[in-house]
């Protein structure tokens, strides 16, 4: 039933009077014995059979308990007590909607854990009508959600993992629902409830289209969304987990998961899939805590999180290809150069994979069709690995920047570049937020500076590596060509002469 933003009314009838009512919850029998409290629509006016007594205290469950009891048989009484009054608030919520779970979260905040479960169990998708022809969207896309994070922390092998890939979008709500009622009837066994977990779940209903429940929304905390998602969703459909941090599988053994699974037969699943599901979802950052090891975030805490957050966020605005999987390392050593000073434990995770992390990314950054993002992110990984662990140990310095990049991703080798990385860097900066260039993109130029560009005297070399990244953003060329071109344009050419040989 429609119902207005208003929040209901609070009013009490007498129990003949219920008939004249309309558009009213019945929560129960008042303090006063003859009188019930009654929610009411806030467009019925306060007339008879209403009376509005706003000194009147809510329903006690004690009051409720019948008879004279101690000891356990009290405690069984209370229980009973609860859960009938809630089983009316059930009733009310499936009559007239979740705005009923409005009035009971600010009438009887005690009660809020049972509340919000029942508010949620009403606005997941029904999977079991029969008159609905056409495909439930908001059904699919939830179940597959759920499956995508649920999975993602799994092992292939696990029987519950298995279990899970042979259901369908109702099968998977069925588990959903059967997993939640049994958390419900256990309430009352916890003096404190953690509700991040309803957060989380309403957050991916609201993403799939389901319905919004802004109160839901604030449960959830950023870091539950991020880090914890995969392993509630695993433990919710019986997938067990050593701890919170869960260990995620690698996004290739997660697709080849997905690809098994009947939630997303007749969908191609690739990286792109995931990708544009998590982000629908919300979820960026979950694509970037599932391509790294573990061990480098388990350690964070709230205040790092945040910061790395806000980096993913940045790069995630620049360009869709900065989601990629592979991009996670990259992003978060630079990070651990910008918060070098203020945790050193980041750049500690890293020392052991930064020569992996700079090949792969040496790699990328000499290929053709890159994007300018890819480009930068590349150049920003291998100067800030540079920075924190330097190989200054080749004997002789390249006579220019441009001599030194060719040889660094010719031979794959970053020692001695540190100087030349500096100035490869303000010189991509300098075309990038240059105002005569018709590819200019200032705010690329802005996430380059993060990593404090130096003020550097200018050199006709610097002209030179303009020319380079100015050639290679409009051509979309990679590093052989531009260099060649820059070579035959330039009338230089760097001279490699075999060793001598002395008989």
């Known amino acids: 039933m429609d119902s207005s933003a208003s929040n209901w009314k609070c009013l009490y009838v007498r129990p003949e009077d219920l008939e004249l009512c309309i558009r009213t919850h019945v929560v129960g029998h008042s303090s006063h014995p003859s009188l019930l409290e009654v929610a009411v629509h806030p467009q019925v006016p306060v007339v008879?059979?209403?009376?509005?007594?706003?000194?009147?205290?809510?329903?006690?469950?004690?009051?409720?308990?019948?008879?004279?009891?101690?000891?356990?048989?009290?405690?069984?009484?209370?229980?009973?007590?609860?859960?009938?009054?809630?089983?009316?608030?059930?009733?009310?919520?499936?009559?007239?909607?979740?705005?009923?779970?409005?009035?009971?979260?600010?009438?009887?905040?005690?009660?809020?854990?049972?509340?919000?479960?029942?508010?949620?169990?009403?606005?997941?998708?029904?999977?079991?009508?029969?008159?609905?022809?056409?495909?439930?969207?908001?059904?699919?896309?939830?179940?597959?959600?759920?499956?995508?994070?649920?999975?993602?922390?799994?092992?292939?092998?696990?029987?519950?993992?298995?279990?899970?890939?042979?259901?369908?979008?109702?099968?998977?709500?069925?588990?959903?629902?059967?997993?939640?009622?049994?958390?419900?009837?256990?309430?009352?066994?916890?003096?404190?409830?953690?509700?991040?977990?309803?957060?989380?779940?309403?957050?991916?209903?609201?993403?799939?289209?389901?319905?919004?429940?802004?109160?839901?929304?604030?449960?959830?905390?950023?870091?539950?969304?991020?880090?914890?998602?995969s392993s509630a969703f695993a433990t919710l459909m019986g997938i067990s987990g050593q701890s919170k941090y869960s260990a995620r599988v690698p996004v290739e053994t997660l697709i080849v998961q997905l690809s098994q699974s009947q939630t997303f037969v007749g969908l191609k699943v690739d990286w792109h899939l995931v990708t544009n599901m998590t982000q629908k979802l919300k979820l960026p950052f979950w694509m970037f805590i599932t391509s790294i090891p573990d061990e480098w975030t388990s350690g964070l805490s709230s205040q790092s999180w945040r910061s790395l957050r806000a980096l993913l966020n940045d790069a995630s605005c620049l360009h869709q290809s900065l989601n990629q999987p592979h991009n996670a390392e990259r992003l978060f050593s630079v990070w651990a150069y910008l918060i070098r000073k203020t945790y050193v434990g980041a750049k500690d995770q890293i020392q052991e994979a930064s020569d992996t992390i700079c090949a792969r990314a040496i790699w990328s950054l000499a290929r053709s069709q890159t994007t300018p993002a890819q480009m930068a992110l590349d150049l920003m990984t291998v100067a800030c690995v540079s920075r924190l662990f330097p190989r200054e140990t080749s004997p002789h310095q390249q006579s220019s920047s441009m001599e030194a990049l060719d040889k660094m991703l010719m031979d794959n080798s970053r020692n001695g570049m540190l100087g030349s990385l500096n100035r490869l860097l303000a010189s991509l900066h300098r075309v990038l937020s240059a105002e005569n260039y018709a590819l200019r993109e200032p705010k690329l130029a802005r996430f380059i500076s993060q990593v404090k560009i130096p003020n550097l005297v200018l050199e006709l070399d610097d002209t030179h590596a303009d020319q380079y990244f100015a050639d290679r953003m409009i051509n979309s060329s990679g590093h052989v060509a531009a260099f060649a071109k820059l070579c035959n344009r330039t009338g230089w050419f760097p001279v490699k002469l075999a060793p001598l040989q002395l008989s």
């Open 48 to 229: 008879h059979p209403y009376q509005d007594l706003p000194n009147m205290t809510p329903i006690s469950i004690d009051s409720l308990v019948a008879g004279r009891t101690t000891g356990k048989s009290w405690q069984n009484a209370q229980i009973q007590a609860l859960y009938k009054f809630i089983k009316q608030a059930q009733i009310g919520i499936e009559a007239f909607g979740s705005q009923i779970g409005d009035y009971y979260r600010e009438r009887y905040p005690k009660l809020q854990p049972w509340i919000e479960y029942l508010v949620l169990d009403y606005d997941l998708p029904k999977s079991d009508a029969p008159s609905r022809r056409r495909k439930n969207i908001v059904l699919d896309d939830f179940s597959r959600a759920f499956v995508l994070l649920a999975l993602s922390v799994a092992d292939p092998h696990d029987q519950a993992a298995r279990r899970l890939k042979r259901m369908n979008q109702s099968q998977v709500l069925e588990i959903l629902r059967g997993t939640l009622n049994t958390e419900f009837k256990m309430l009352h066994r916890h003096s404190q409830v953690n509700l991040n977990t309803i957060g989380l779940i309403r957050h991916v209903l609201v993403q799939a289209g389901g319905p919004q429940n802004l109160a839901q929304m604030n449960l959830l905390d950023g870091d539950c969304r991020d880090v914890y998602s």
